[in-house]
Structure formats: structure tokens, C-alpha cells
């Protein structure tokens, strides 16, 4: 149990934070809100409420009287264990997710629909298998079955009046009908739609890219058996985005495969990696969030040639090739070669939009989809959330992107529900994003997209370091290694609508 006085009143809750567990005593408090150490998610500490994401679930509150100048706190042993979900109750909404990364948004969306007192239909239809899962897991525990990462468990969804269709993919939208056509050929008609299907990874467009044991690792399935597969096998990863270096950095990718020999190619970039890595394309969502990942000077980099990545500077991949129809080696542009038994790529994504190509919804030159802070679209009775959209963001003055972070979708979905229901809500929310690498858990709050300068705090070769990121003189980000919970409270700052000038953070 942590307790908490705010000014002159106690409040009694759950100590650790529902998503990754994370102790909460250790996080930040401003007024009545408390925010994760870890992932950011926010809890009002008078109900235990959630006001940020990422936790899908609030925490416990228990019953706090005060006799004498003692705090007393009744609690059932049973709760204690247990995280605090939130009351539901029982428009026919249809909700559209193809290949998300995570699936929060039309999950979230859902849930919202639900809490809110929405008792009408609700459908939400994918081209997956499994129901919304932990896809950050990915890359990190490759040896987990999809069920252990599903964020909600199908009886869940049964439990709150919430249709799920697995393998269920859409194929286009006639938003004068009001109808989705699918491609088994069925269409169903809809009162109110979300679209949320997310993005997919970038495809190869080398000589060989269609030879066997080449993955992209988008599910449980492909985790699994490029786990399987790269055991004590030449494995090589193209890209070293967050999932490539995530991948080398899984604390439970077999040592034999960390033993081979490897390279990875990043934005004109080659690295030898345990497990080689290439990456000769961009594959960071922005140079926001991986730029000090990938630079030179900075410890995580430092982290992975510890471990034996050496970078080879502006080289690129031009070529696979194979022996009896499968991957058996990487040829790169400068004419160096790489055995490879199994080949990952992870060179960016593009938003699952193609499907509404001919419509007169509104999207960007890359696909996203175009939305207000209500998360309307410019088709009425439509909106949108996730990874395929683009939206208004406040750190940038108003200015567009697509920020493809779990608890960014999550926000999404949110506000998508509350606006479905006619509330007029503006999105607001501060992107908050993590990764682990090699053990190390890196925190990135904010939008750094355009920065000028940066300011670093600790020491990078100590691997204890706070960056902030700064545009038109202030603070509009800040990434850390070991310096909890300093992103979170920058973020808390930054939700509050307050300026961080470069003098505050030197």
C-alpha cells in the first residue's frame, strides 16, 4: 500500500503500477496526480483513476481515517493482490485494426465506449489471430506464446459486450453507405467508425528479398521462429531501429546466436554486431527519439560495441543471396559479405491505409490519415487513432506528425470514444515512450521532432545521463538512461503547458 498526503489529506492506494508493475512510490506527485516512474502512465490518488496511458487498469484505493494523529487504512487482503479494473457498463460502433502494433487504440476506443455508459454494439474486426497484444515484447522475450502477451484475454472482451473478429481483414469503405467490405466479401454497416490499423513494417526492395528465412517480425509467430530458426545460427538484422537493436539486445536470444558473427546497416550506417545488424535505410520513426540510440558518442551505443558491434560507417545492403531457396548471405554496397542463415528487417513502416485509396477521406503524402485533437477525421461519423493517423501535436506548435509510441494509440483511442459520445474533448497528452537494451531501460517523453539543441545532464560514459531537446529555446524533450523517474517528471511538466528554457535545464 503507498500512502500519500496531498496538503492535509491522506489517500491510500495500490504501490505499484498496473502496466510493468513499477514501484509508485518513486514517481512523481503534482496535486492529485501521480505519475509511473517508469512508462509514464498517469493516477488520480483520490479514486485511482487513469489520466494518462499506458496502463489499461487503475489502481486500488483503500479507506484512510485518521484517529488521534494516526492513519488508519482498511484494506481486504484479497485487493491488495490484485490490480484495480475499472467498472463497466453495459450507437453500433465498428472498430477496424489490421496489423497495429499493439492494437491499443481500438481497444482502448472500446473500453472508453464502455466506461462511459455506451450500451449499444460495438465490433471491432482485425486480420490477426489473437486479440490487441504486447508487441514491445516482442523483441525482448521471443520465446513468450501470444496469449502470454495479450493485454486483454478474449472472455474479457465476451465479459463487456465487445464483439472481437479475428482474421477479419478490410479491404475498403464506402463512407456514403456507411459500410466496410471485408475479404471473405461480407460488409457490415456502421453508425459511428474508428479506423486504427495502425502501420506495417517497410518491405525490402533488394535482389533476394523474397527468399526464405527473410522476416519481418510482426507477431508472436514471426518472434517465435526467428528464435527458433537463429539459434546458433549467422542471424542478420536489417536496420538498426528500436526493433533491431531491441532484437540483438533480448536478454533472451540464445547465447549461441550472440556468438555468431553479425552486421547491422543504419541512415548510411553498417554495424558487425554479435548477431549482424544492417542498415542502410531509415528506420527510425525520426531522429527524435533514436538519435542518441545510434550516436556515436552516447553510452547506448557504447552498450552495444561493448558487446561487440562495430559500425561501419555509409555502407548499405544491395543484395541477398541464397542457396536452395533460403537467405544464405548479405552483400553490401562496398562489396563486403555476411553469411546469413536468418535475416530480420526492421527499416521503418508505413501506415495500413491502402485499403481506403480512392476515398475522399483526407491523408498525408505517406498515407497517414489526417485528423483534428477530437480525432475526427474530414468524413463525418469517421474517426481515427493509432500509428495510421497524423495528428496535431502541441510540442510543435500545432504542427502534424505520426507518432507511432503504445501510449500515444492508447491517448487516441481515448479521446476517439469520448468524441464518438459528443463531449468535445481535445486531445492532450505528452508522447511517452521506453525500450530496453541490454538490460537498460531508456525513457523518451515529449517531441523532439525539429530540435536545435540539446543540453546533457550525467555522464554518457557512465551510462546515467538526462538529454533535453530543445526548439525556438526550449524544452520540447528529454531522454534519459538510469534517472528515474527525472522523464517523468519532465513530462508532468510539459502536460501542465509549462516552458522549459535552455537555462532551466543547463
Not at 525482448?140 to 477479419?168: N, S
Not at 553479425?262 to 542498415?279: H, M, N, R
Amino acid at each position: 500500500v503507498l500512502l500519500v498526503r496531498n496538503r492535509k489529506e491522506f489517500s491510500a492506494l495500490g504501490s505499484k503500477c498496473p502496466h510493468y508493475g513499477a514501484p509508485l512510490s518513486k514517481g512523481v506527485l503534482r496535486g492529485e496526480r501521480l505519475r509511473c516512474p517508469w512508462h509514464g502512465a498517469c493516477f488520480n490518488i483520490r479514486t485511482g483513476d487513469i489520466e494518462e496511458y499506458p496502463s489499461l487498469d487503475c489502481i486500488s484505493c483503500f479507506k484512510v481515517t485518521v484517529e488521534e494523529g494516526k492513519v488508519f487504512v482498511t484494506a481486504k487482503k484479497k485487493v491488495l493482490t490484485l490490480p484495480a479494473a475499472p467498472e463497466h457498463e453495459q450507437h453500433l460502433g465498428l472498430g477496424l485494426r489490421r496489423a497495429s502494433p499493439i492494437g491499443v487504440a481500438a481497444l482502448v476506443c472500446a473500453e472508453t465506449l464502455r466506461q462511459e455508459g455506451f450500451t449499444g454494439r460495438i465490433v471491432m474486426a482485425t486480420k490477426e489471430k489473437h486479440v490487441p497484444y504486447d508487441k514491445s515484447k516482442l523483441s525482448k522475450e521471443m520465446d513468450l506464446k501470444a496469449e502470454d502477451i495479450y493485454l486483454r484475454k478474449p472472455e474479457f472482451l465476451d465479459a463487456q459486450g465487445i464483439e472481437f473478429w479475428t482474421e477479419k481483414e478490410a479491404v475498403s469503405v464506402d463512407f456514403q453507405k456507411q459500410q466496410v467490405r471485408f475479404m471473405d466479401g461480407s460488409c457490415q454497416k456502421y453508425h459511428q467508425l474508428l479506423i486504427a490499423t495502425g502501420s506495417h513494417s517497410s518491405f525490402l526492395k533488394v535482389p533476394g528479398a523474397d527468399l526464405q528465412n527473410v522476416y519481418i517480425l510482426q507477431t508472436p509467430e514471426d518472434s517465435r521462429k526467428i528464435l527458433e530458426l537463429a539459434t546458433g545460427k549467422n542471424l542478420v538484422i536489417i536496420g538498426a531501429s528500436f526493433v533491431g537493436t531491441g532484437l540483438e539486445g533480448a536478454s533472451r536470444v540464445p547465447a549461441a546466436a550472440r556468438d555468431t558473427n553479425g552486421t547491422s546497416l543504419q541512415p548510411g550506417a553498417a554495424a558487425v554486431l554479435p548477431a549482424w545488424v544492417l542498415a542502410g535505410h531509415s528506420c527510425f520513426y525520426s531522429s527524435t527519439a533514436g538519435n542518441f540510440l545510434m550516436n556515436t558518442e552516447t553510452s547506448p551505443f557504447q552498450m552495444l560495441q561493448n558487446k561487440g558491434v562495430k559500425f561501419h560507417m555509409k555502407s548499405e545492403l544491395c543484395e541477398l543471396k541464397g542457396k536452395d531457396g533460403k537467405v544464405a548471405e548479405a552483400v553490401l554496397a562496398n562489396g563486403e559479405k555476411f553469411p546469413a542463415d536468418v535475416v530480420v528487417v526492421g527499416i521503418g513502416s508505413t501506415p495500413n491505409s491502402a485499403f481506403l485509396k480512392g476515398t475522399s477521406i483526407a491523408r498525408d503524402d505517406k498515407g497517414a490519415i489526417l485528423v483534428d485533437l477530437h480525432m475526427q477525421t474530414n468524413i463525418p461519423n469517421v474517426f481515427a487513432a493509432g500509428d495510421v493517423v497524423s495528428f496535431p501535436v502541441a510540442l510543435l506548435n500545432g504542427d502534424r506528425s505520426s507518432i507511432h509510441h503504445q501510449q500515444v494509440a492508447e491517448a487516441h483511442g481515448h479521446f476517439a470514444a469520448l468524441n464518438m459520445l459528443k463531449k468535445k474533448k481535445e486531445l492532450h497528452t505528452v508522447p511517452f515512450f521506453w525500450t530496453t537494451l541490454l538490460g537498460k531501460s531508456i525513457r523518451y517523453a515529449g517531441c523532439g521532432k525539429g530540435y536545435t539543441d540539446t543540453v546533457v545532464k550525467g555522464s554518457l560514459e557512465q551510462q546515467k545521463f538526462l538529454i533535453f531537446y530543445l526548439r525556438d529555446g526550449h524544452v520540447t524533450a528529454a531522454a534519459s538512461l538510469n534517472c528515474d523517474p527525472m522523464v517523468s517528471l519532465i513530462a508532468e511538466v510539459l502536460y501542465l503547458g509549462k516552458v522549459i528554457s535552455k537555462e532551466e535545464a543547463e
